[in-house]
Nanobody, 126 residues
Framework: QAQLVESGGGLVQAGGSLRISCAVS????????MGWFRQAPGKEREFVAA????????YYRESVKGRFTISRDDAKNTVYLEMTSLKPEDTALYYC???????????????????WGQGTQVTVSS
């Protein structure tokens, strides 16, 4: 079973930048999609960004477009989320996830992902 481990979270001031990473072991994900989700206390888990196989396509939640960039390095089995111009509303526990690897892919839906990391906390102060 694949293991996903997020890292790089922390406390940052509003307007600052942060890059979080997701290291994958046990499998290679060069041919399937990867996604980032986040969840704040008392809130439902929500889609943030996704990247398709080989990095050909990327997708973003409207509120993070132009500020966040998702990328992947399949040689290192690592997915990144570069976050800039951070806002207090971005504060959440961020999870990475790996697509189930078969069928069609509705990247916004958590149900489309088979493997999840433990999450890394991102806190943006005002």
């Amino acid at each position: 079973q694949a293991q996903l481990v997020e890292s790089g979270g922390g406390l940052v001031q509003a307007g600052g930048s942060l890059r979080i990473s997701c290291a994958v072991s046990g499998r290679t994900y060069s041919s399937i999609g990867m996604g980032w989700f986040r969840q704040a206390p008392g809130k439902e888990r929500e889609f943030v960004a996704a990247i398709g196989r080989l990095g050909f396509r990327t997708y973003y939640r409207e509120s993070v477009k132009g500020r966040f960039t998702i990328s992947r390095d399949d040689a290192k089995n690592t997915v990144y989320l570069e976050m800039t111009s951070l806002k207090p509303e971005d504060t959440a526990l961020y999870y990475c996830a790996a697509e189930r690897g078969y069928g069609s892919w509705n990247y916004q839906r958590p149900e489309e992902y088979a493997y999840w990391g433990q999450g890394t906390q991102v806190t943006v102060s005002s």
